[in-house]
């Protein structure tokens, strides 16, 4: 049984050894991305805090003169009162960033045209779209099996704890990392699991996640949006939304809203409220995009369960849920995992080769005898 796992946990981490790699570097460098491309690109994200903000009518009105072709989908508020808001435009990696105080729109890129997007993207969609973030999600279910296929190997007979969490650093190299990628895989095994469940979790959320939390709880996370009453006329000022949402949820801090794209789609005001667990919040307010009025509030305090697991999901990946203390912690999990996969794979090579050597070794030496033998027959 144990020669069969450890060739399950050789071959599976090969098979999906670059992924890790690519996932664990990138992971780790994206943790505090936001404040690393504000300080990368100021001109951009940072502006001069000012006594009063614009509308937001005023700021959609500019994006949409400054990028006539485009239709702006979502904005994403500014959580500091130093930070830019960000538009996001539809099916189009397009991003525009505007100064909140003035109006003034401060720059448009490519969402991959920084470090920090090119790293994020890579990290989420491998460069594919949703094709890159499925495999990227089989590669973290691909990673909870090959931790615990670890932990069984590893897991000490007749009870030897000590030579267990040992390392024997005089011996021959292969086995100090052999060592080494032991004691740092179950160490870090249960955060490990943690984020790789997470983030499959998330990258595969319509084909497992969802579908899991049905059967699970009786209940979904999806409810079908509202649409407006309408199909025609002026559009309600989004000033007036935003100033209803606040109103409703004074002690709330709005993080996005979401602009609507077909004629009876409604507009979508996200707010995190004061004990949600997500970064952004979970509390979603829609409005009727042309007379403003309310359609519906789904209040993520009030959730059913399957929305407040799934509100986990993200925090849990990222290490938002406590702060700056969980978020090095992610960066220490990513690392670790970054240094199993190097580690197994460099212990995989030399083993290979030392194989391949002896087996070479064998073959000649059978060659030679051979040999030998023909020439006494011929004797």
Known sequence: MRRYVAL???????????????????????????????????????????PRTTSLDT???????????????????????????????????LRAYANPYTGDILGVRDATDSLMGFLVDLHIHLLSGDTGERIIGWA???????????????????????????????????????????????????????????????????VITERALIILTGEGTRLPAPRSRFSEGSHAPLSAMLAHAESIFPEGRVTRITLPMQPNSAVLVRVRLEGEVHQFGRTFLWFDQYDGSMLRIDNALQANLATRIQSWLYPLHTGFYGGLPTRLLQVLVGLSLFLLTVSGGWVWWKGYKARATAAKRQCETSRINNKLRQEDGAT
């Open 8 to 50: 399950m946990h050789r071959y599976l981490g090969l098979a999906i050894g670059a992924f890790l790699l690519l996932s664990s570097l990138t992971g780790s460098a994206i943790v505090f991305n936001k404040s690393i491309d504000g300080w990368m690109n100021p001109e951009l994200l940072q502006v001069v805090p000012q």
């Open 59 to 93: 700021i959609v009105r500019n994006v949409r003169e400054a990028v006539p072709d485009k239709k702006a989908h979502l904005l994403f508020m500014p959580q500091t009162s130093s930070q830019a808001l960000e538009i996001w435009f539809r099916d189009d990696d």
């Open 140 to 206: 973290g279910v691909g990673a909870i099996v090959l931790s615990l296929l670890g932990v069984w190997l590893w897991w000490p007979k007749r009870s030897r704890w000590k030579q267990a969490f040992a390392v024997k650093w005089h011996a021959a190299p292969i086995r100090v990392w052999l060592d080494v990628h032991k004691l740092v895989g179950i160490f870090a095994v249960a955060f490990i699991i943690l984020t790789a469940f997470t983030g499959a979790s998330l990258a595969l959320y319509d």
